[in-house]
C-alpha cells in the first residue's frame, strides 16, 4: 500500500479507526491497472460500444453532408439527394434520420447497453475475492463504486471516441463515392465535429448507466462473503 493512504481517526468510544483515505490520482491509477490485466475482456465490451458509436456517428454525419449540399442551393446536388433514395418535400431545406433509422439506431444502444451490463455482472464475478481483499483492508463502499465507475469511464470514453472517429470517416467516404468531391467542399466540419461530440458523449453516458448497477452490488458486498466465494 502506498505510505499515507491509511489513517487513523477516532470512532465514537474515542479509540483509532482505521479508514483508506485513497487520492483520486491512485484510483486512476487502479483502475487503469485493472482494465490492462483484463485487457481482452475489456477489448471485447468496448468493441461492441465502438460499433454501436460508429453507427450513431455515420448517420449523424451522413446527414451533415446531405444538409451541407442542401444548403449549396444548387438544384443539381438536390437532384442528386433525391436519386440517391432521400426523402425530400418541395420546401425541405434540411435532412434529418427516418424513423427507420432512429429506430435501428435505438436497438443497437440498447442491445450494446445489455452488454455491458452483463459484462459488467460477469467482472464483479470474478473479483469477488479481490474487492473482499479490499474491504477487509478498510476500502469503503464508495472507494469501490468509484473503481468500477472509473473502469466504465475510461472504457468508454476510449471506445466512444473510436467510433465517432470511424463512423465519421466512413460516412464522409460513403459522401464522396456518392456524390463525389463536391459532397466534401459543401459539408463543414463544425457540423461533422459537434456530431462526433454527440456520439461520443452518447457513448460514455451509455458506458457509465451500464456500470450502475454492477458497481452498486459489488460496493454493497459484505467482506466475509466476497472472501468466502470460491472462483
Avoid at 99 to 121: D, F, H, P, T
Avoid at 168 to 188: H, I, K, S
Avoid at 203 to 215: C, D, E, K, M, Q
Wanted: charged share 15%; aromatic share 6%.
Amino acid at each position: 500500500m502506498t505510505k499515507g493512504i491509511f489513517h487513523d481517526l477516532p470512532d465514537k468510544s474515542g479509540g483509532p479507526q482505521r479508514l483508506v483515505v485513497l487520492p483520486f490520482g491512485k484510483s486512476v491509477e487502479i483502475a487503469y491497472k485493472s482494465i490492462q490485466v483484463r485487457f481482452f475482456r475489456s477489448l471485447i465490451t468496448t468493441l461492441s460500444l465502438v460499433l454501436a458509436v460508429s453507427f450513431l456517428s455515420f448517420t449523424d454525419v451522413s446527414n451533415d453532408v446531405a444538409n451541407g449540399m442542401l444548403a449549396s442551393g444548387s438544384a443539381e446536388l438536390r437532384q442528386s439527394l433525391v436519386r440517391a433514395g432521400y426523402d425530400l418535400e418541395p420546401a425541405a431545406n434540411n435532412v434529418t434520420s427516418s424513423a427507420k433509422q432512429r429506430w435501428i439506431i435505438m436497438l443497437s444502444l440498447l442491445v450494446c447497453a445489455v452488454g455491458i451490463v452483463n459484462a459488467q455482472l460477469m467482472a464483479v464475478t470474478e473479483r469477488f475475492r479481490e474487492i473482499g481483499t479490499m474491504k477487509c483492508l478498510g476500502a469503503l463502499d464508495r472507494f469501490v463504486l468509484r473503481l468500477f465507475i472509473l473502469e466504465a469511464g475510461m472504457q468508454g470514453l476510449a471506445g466512444s471516441v473510436a467510433g465517432a472517429i470511424t463512423g465519421a470517416v466512413f460516412a464522409l467516404l460513403a459522401g464522396w463515392v456518392r456524390f463525389g468531391g463536391v459532397a466534401l467542399q459543401q459539408v463543414t466540419m463544425a457540423s461533422v465535429a459537434a456530431s462526433m461530440a454527440v456520439a461520443t458523449g452518447i457513448g460514455v453516458a451509455l458506458s457509465l448507466l451500464g456500470v450502475l448497477y454492477p458497481a452498486l452490488v459489488a460496493a454493497r458486498m459484505q467482506p466475509v462473503e466476497a472472501m468466502r466465494v470460491e472462483t
